[in-house]
Nanobody, 118 residues
């Protein structure tokens, strides 16, 4: 079982920046992918960015590419999402995800609210 603890959400003006972090604990050994998803009111949860444990190569949604950067620390159990040039449409609850590529199991964080508004 994997536990995820997120932090860093908040209220920011359009054009501003925020950094989210997520730390995993528990059964986090083995091949895995960690990432961020978001869910806006009335919409389905969508992928924002993911990063693999093997190559640390990131994948981004088209809507955030060039504005958001996902990274992973050397110990591989913490990920960050640097969000720049934020737009009102980035407003959502952001969820951290851990997926084991060996067991195909998913773990989710509790979510952190990001609100972009003037």
């Amino acid at each position: 079982q994997v536990q995820l603890v997120e932090s860093g959400g908040g209220l920011v003006r359009p054009g501003g920046s925020l950094t989210l972090s997520c730390t995993a604990s528990g059964s986090i050994t083995g091949l895995n992918v960690m990432g961020w998803y978001r869910q806006a009111p009335g919409k389905e949860r969508e992928l924002v960015a993911v990063i693999f444990s093997t190559t640390s190569s990131p994948n981004y949604a088209d809507s955030v590419r060039g504005r958001f950067t996902i990274s992973r620390d050397g110990g591989m159990n913490t990920i960050y999402l640097q969000m720049n040039s934020l737009k009102p449409e980035d407003t959502a609850v952001y969820y951290c995800n851990f997926r084991s590529l060996m067991t195909r199991s998913d773990s989710w964080g509790q979510g952190t609210q990001v609100t972009v508004s003037s």
